[in-house]
């Protein structure tokens, strides 16, 4: 069974002006954050505007991860539908294209009911052979797997994981020590709480921010593993100030967007409905860069030149 654990980035999916899908791009910055040190690549997800492909899109994206990856690090895909089979159809592409693990979100929009969101989870398992993360997100969902529903959730086959980003330092921290010893939970927000996390009882995070800011989150993750609070806290409100920016600069990931093309990465076009950052929009992006240190005034001018 797959281990889930360490930095794994939430990659965005380039794509062009014109909505063309990127998969060389897509290739090249799924080399350059093996380079960086992660120990895991998440395709397909939030961050990856999922819900912006179709079925024959999503499978070549998949295909591609799969194929840049090349074992040097497990693939997860992003999978999660309105109903059971639906998912399980997802993750089954998932899995025919050669990812390592899903990443499953419950139904949105229909607002199901904890039991109904069990009997969602045990239907995909039955469904389908892949290991599966638990994707706990509200703020996207409307639904919050609570301590409890997790705690009995992760005794089913093929859990092996929890991406927990209800954002409530309570959830998570009850989460981590009900589940720690029958799945790995990995923080999201990781750059708001990560040390948090790990200090708490994680073994590693999923979040977007990892491609941008490179190995400095590796350096990150494995001091807060070692237990080197006094070299991990700076760099984890280094971080919190990239988050502010990502997530408070038009609707994301067009921001996250813009960050990866100044730092030099792939980071394509935004697809609509999203709007790619006017220019006031790239300025302040570019501001927190230069702040942080991950970008010279004089490279940044140009990256907006």
């Known amino acids: 069974m797959v281990e889930l654990k360490g930095v794994i980035p939430a990659l965005t999916t380039p794509f062009g002006e014109d909505g063309s899908l990127d998969l060389d791009?897509?290739?090249?910055?799924?080399?350059?954050?093996?380079?960086?040190?992660?120990?895991?690549?998440?395709?397909?997800?939030?961050?990856?505007?999922?819900?912006?492909?179709?079925?024959?899109?999503?499978?070549?994206?998949?295909?591609?991860?799969?194929?840049?990856a090349a074992g040097r690090v497990p693939v997860v895909a992003g999978c999660g539908a309105m109903s059971t089979g639906q998912a399980v159809a997802q993750v089954r592409q998932a899995e025919a294209a050669g990812c390592d693990a899903a990443m499953v979100q419950p139904p949105w929009y229909v607002m199901p009911g904890l039991d109904e969101v069990f009997d969602y989870y045990k239907g995909i398992i039955a469904g389908s052979d892949l290991p599966i993360m638990v994707y706990n997100n509200p703020r996207r969902t409307g639904i919050l797997l609570t301590p409890d529903f997790l705690d009995q959730l992760v005794d089913e086959s093929r859990i092996v994981a929890i991406k927990e980003s209800s954002k409530d330092w309570l959830v998570l921290s009850e989460i981590i020590r009900r589940c720690k010893d029958r799945a790995a939970v990995l923080a999201g927000y990781a750059d708001l709480l990560g040390l948090a996390a790990i200090t708490e009882g994680a073994v590693g995070f999923v979040e977007a921010s990892p491609p941008i800011i490179g190995r400095r989150y590796i350096e990150f993750f494995n001091a807060?593993?070692?237990g080197d609070v006094e070299r991990a806290r700076p760099m984890q409100a280094e971080f919190s100030k990239l988050n502010k920016g990502l997530f408070g600069i038009g609707t994301f990931p067009a921001s996250a967007k813009v960050a990866l093309e100044m730092m030099g990465r792939p980071g394509g076009w935004p697809r609509d409905p999203i709007k790619a950052l006017d220019e006031e929009g790239r300025r302040r992006i570019r501001a927190v860069l230069?702040?942080?240190?991950?970008?010279?005034?004089?490279?940044a001018l140009r990256a907006t030149a």
């Open 224 to 226: 807060a593993m070692a």
């Open 290 to 299: 230069v702040s942080m240190g991950l970008l010279e005034a004089e490279d």
């Open 25 to 68: 791009g897509f290739g090249e910055l799924i080399d350059i954050v093996i380079a960086d040190g992660v120990h895991g690549i998440l395709a397909g997800g939030c961050t990856g505007e999922s819900w912006a492909m179709n079925e024959s899109e999503t499978g070549a994206m998949l295909a591609a991860a799969v194929k840049a």
